[in-house]
Nanobody, 125 residues
Framework: QVQLVESGGGLVQAGGSLRLSCAASGRTFSRYRMGWFRQAPGKDREFVAAIRWSGRTYYADSVEGRFTISRDNAKNTVDLQMNSLKSEDTAVYYC???????????????????WGQGTQVTVSS
């Protein structure tokens, strides 16, 4: 069983920055592929970013160049640094873990087997 707890959400003005963090339980965290997804009101959950055990990263086109995903295997954490925030980034952000690091389809939610409860990010224009 893996538990994921997100933190760092809040209210920020457009153009500002926020850093989300996800703390994970599990002795083999370093082998997990970790991802961030988000869901805005009335919309489907969408992929934001992912990082494999190797450190390889993936980003949605909408956040490429503005968001950075990173991990600290010693602390069992994965962070999402969000810069140049826009009103359309407003959503609940979820951390997810693929404990098998399947290596395929990092942007598909079905490839992740554990999810956090989410943290709200609101960007005011």
């Amino acid at each position: 069983q893996v538990q994921l707890v997100e933190s760092g959400g809040g209210l920020v003005q457009a153009g500002g920055s926020l850093r989300l963090s996800c703390a994970a339980s599990g002795r083999t965290f370093s082998r997990y592929r970790m991802g961030w997804f988000r869901q805005a009101p009335g919309k489907d959950r969408e992929f934001v970013a992912a990082i494999r055990w190797s450190g390889r990263t993936y980003y949605a086109d909408s956040v490429e160049g503005r968001f950075t995903i990173s991990r600290d295997n010693a602390k069992n954490t994965v962070d999402l640094q969000m810069n140049s925030l826009k009103s359309e980034d407003t959503a609940v952000y979820y951390c997810a873990a693929d404990t098998a690091d399947s290596g395929t389809y990092p942007s598909y939610s079905f490839t992740y087997d554990y999810w956090g409860q989410g943290t709200q990010v609101t960007v005011s224009s």
